[in-house]
């Protein structure tokens, strides 16, 4: 029996989903699909009526594949796309105009942008990100997105996610910790990651996960919130990262419960997986600060 590669990927996320993993393994191998969010600064609008997707709070279309987004005659991107699972995020934050928001591990950018429309410029939106090329990315979709004018409240900044409350503590309304994560979507559609898979990746990973979401329980204000999520299928990731939270920081939060349109409740959380829904997979969960 191998340490590595396909046959121990098979076997660690089959004993964690049981009979399910054969179903939710041929998802992942499907094309994704995307959910097309309107720019409302590119005077673009959709030709046609298209699907909705009830809970979603952002002007949408759902279709089967979309054009690559392009610039308008203003000299916006019409809209942009993504993963109907990973807008639950943005919709679960709520960030609202005049609030202090951080967007702790921000790459690629679309759910700081989701932010900024929602925030309206007002009030204070970080982007983070410790990449110089990922933080370029970030620059990029707000100058492509939104008017330099309607963007003076966002700031891209670069620091350690884990280290940030060395820092700075209570100064936050509400943070979005999107973490890097397994992103086993990816290892499988990757021969080379996937023949170097082992189990040791998403213990690894959920270290620095759990160090990141205890940053951020710290600069957010008391009755504030963090909403934490990963596009991981492992639970060390995902409902195991609010059990180490319970037992470190026991007290200082509550869990709030939230449902979502797609997807399915977990012991701490929500999961949104692709065999049963089309989206994901994604995964999160909502802190408020009690102390």
Avoid at 138 to 163: G, M
């Amino acid at each position: 029996m191998g340490t590595r590669g396909l046959e121990a990927f098979d076997l660690f996320y089959g004993e964690m989903y049981k009979e399910r993993w054969a179903s939710l393994k041929e998802s992942l191998s499907a094309p994704k699909k995307h959910v097309a969010i309107l720019n409302p600064h590119s005077g673009f609008e959709f030709p046609t009526e298209a699907p909705m997707l009830i809970g979603l709070s952002f002007k949408h279309q759902i279709q089967d594949s979309f054009p690559h987004p392009e610039k308008t005659t203003l000299g916006y991107m019409n809209y942009y796309l993504m993963d109907a699972a990973s807008i639950m995020a943005v919709e679960a934050l709520d960030p609202r105009p005049g609030e202090r928001v951080v967007d702790l591990c921000a790459a690629p950018g679309g759910k700081s942008f989701l932010c900024a429309l929602k925030m309206q410029n007002q009030g204070l939106l970080i982007s983070n990100d410790r990449s110089a090329s990922r933080r370029a990315r970030i620059h990029r979709i707000f100058e492509d997105y939104i008017p330099k004018t309607l963007q003076t409240n966002h700031k891209v900044t670069s620091f350690d996610a884990s280290k940030w409350c060395l820092y700075e503590k209570n100064l936050y309304d509400k943070v979005l910790l999107d973490a890097p994560c397994s992103s086993e979507r990816h290892v499988l559609d990757d021969p080379k990651e996937l023949a170097l898979w082992a189990p040791g990746r998403t213990k690894a990973l959920a270290v620095s996960q759990f160090a990141m979401l205890a940053s951020a329980l710290d600069i957010v204000k008391v009755g504030g919130i963090v909403v934490y999520s990963t596009c991981a299928l492992s639970r060390l990731e995902n409902d195991d990262i609010i059990d180490k939270l319970y037992k470190k920081r026991g007290g200082r939060f509550e869990v709030i419960s939230k449902t979502f349109p797609i997807g399915e409740k977990t012991e701490h959380g929500w999961q949104i997986l692709p065999d049963r829904e089309g989206w994901g997979p994604f995964y999160l969960t909502v802190v408020k600060k009690l102390k």
